[in-house]
């Protein structure tokens, strides 16, 4: 019997059909594998360290600033009050209103105290003295000047500055004004004016309506802006030996300060009512020590605690 071969097409078909040839599997094959694999995941591959490589460097903390430090300065003198002399000179200090109350309880009415200064006018006549003015302005005053307040207590500070800043060397000076404060927790409200001489020495003065026999809220009043003032300074130049000089003025007595970026120094003087020329002419030599940058001396009967020392700043 003759066999038959099967068409070409045939053929071609059932080898497409037909599954391929597997060749026999090593049955540890997987397992290494799989052993490979899991040791290429605990141990990654160290990658090869890039030469000159930059160290990352930790920057040294900066120093505190110049006004930071005048700020922790005064605010120990404050906390500690008992420290009473200062760098070997006397000092008078208050303990009745801490630093950090005071500048939480303050609203300025403006942002910045951006003084603008413009010129004080002096007396008319050149002959005329400061106890003249004074005079005559006791004369127009129906209250006694014991009792004085608001505008009365304002014209006294006008003569006592103008007669401050005139003199032969100086003729005009300085005043910028302008800045309400108001201390809502303290129940104390005040104008603070700057007065700049030829030199660029400034004098705070600052008009605080305040309750009687509250000093401290006084002083919280004028320490405000004063270091406003030399805040701003040490804004521009940190290492600025710039000293600002205040002056509360109430009706009878006067608290004058000098603040720089160490030390802030308070001295209170007052008008006795059996020599009120007298006193005022006392607070003018003072104003006008101030604004020309001469030293003050404030002898016994001006130094509230009667030392017989003179104290100077």
């Keep these: 019997m003759v066999k038959k071969s099967l068409p070409e097409k045939v053929v071609k078909s059932a080898a497409l059909i037909a599954p391929p040839l597997q060749l026999e599997k090593d049955p540890q094959a997987d397992f290494k594998r799989e ?21 990352a460097v930790t920057p040294p903390p900066s120093p505190p600033s110049v006004p ?5 300065a005064k605010l120990k003198r404050l906390l500690y009050p008992d420290a009473d002399t200062v760098g070997g000179k006397g000092r008078l200090s208050f303990n009745e209103v801490k630093w950090e109350q005071i500048g939480a309880a303050y609203k300025v009415k403006y ?18 003295t400061l106890m003249d003015q004074v005079a005559e302005l006791l004369r127009t005053s129906n209250i006694d000047v014991m009792l004085w307040s608001g505008n009365e207590t304002k014209d006294l500070i006008r003569l006592v500055v103008r007669y401050a800043g005139d003199s ?20 104390v409200s005040g104008r603070a004016d700057v007065v700049i001489s030829k030199d660029d020495t400034r004098l705070v003065v ?10 401290s809220k006084g002083v919280a009043q004028i320490m405000l802006a004063a270091e406003t003032v030399l805040a701003a300074e040490l804004r521009h130049n940190e290492s600025s030996k710039a000293c600002v000089y205040g002056l509360l003025a109430g009706s009878v007595a ?14 209170l003087t007052s008008i006795d009512a059996k020599d009120v020329a007298g006193g005022i002419q006392k607070m003018a030599r003072i104003a006008h020590s101030l604004i ?14 009667r030392n017989k020392r003179a104290r100077r700043f």
């Design 68 to 72: 930071r430090l005048a700020r922790v």
């Design 206 to 215: 600052v008009q605080c309506k305040r309750a009687v026999n509250s000093y």
């Design 168 to 187: 032969p060397e100086d003729s005009k000076v300085k005043v910028s004004s302008g800045c309400t404060m108001i201390n809502e927790e303290l129940g």
């Design 35 to 55: 052993e490979q694999e899991q040791q290429e995941k605990q141990e990654p591959l160290e990658e090869p360290p890039l030469e000159d490589s930059p160290k």
């Design 254 to 267: 006067w608290t004058w300060m000098r603040l720089d970026s160490k030390e802030g120094r308070f001295y």
């Design 292 to 305: 020309h940058g001469k030293p003050v001396t404030l002898v016994s009967e001006d130094v509230p605690n």
């Design 111 to 128: 942002k910045t105290l951006g003084f603008k200064p413009t010129l004080l006018e002096l007396p008319s006549s050149t002959h005329c």
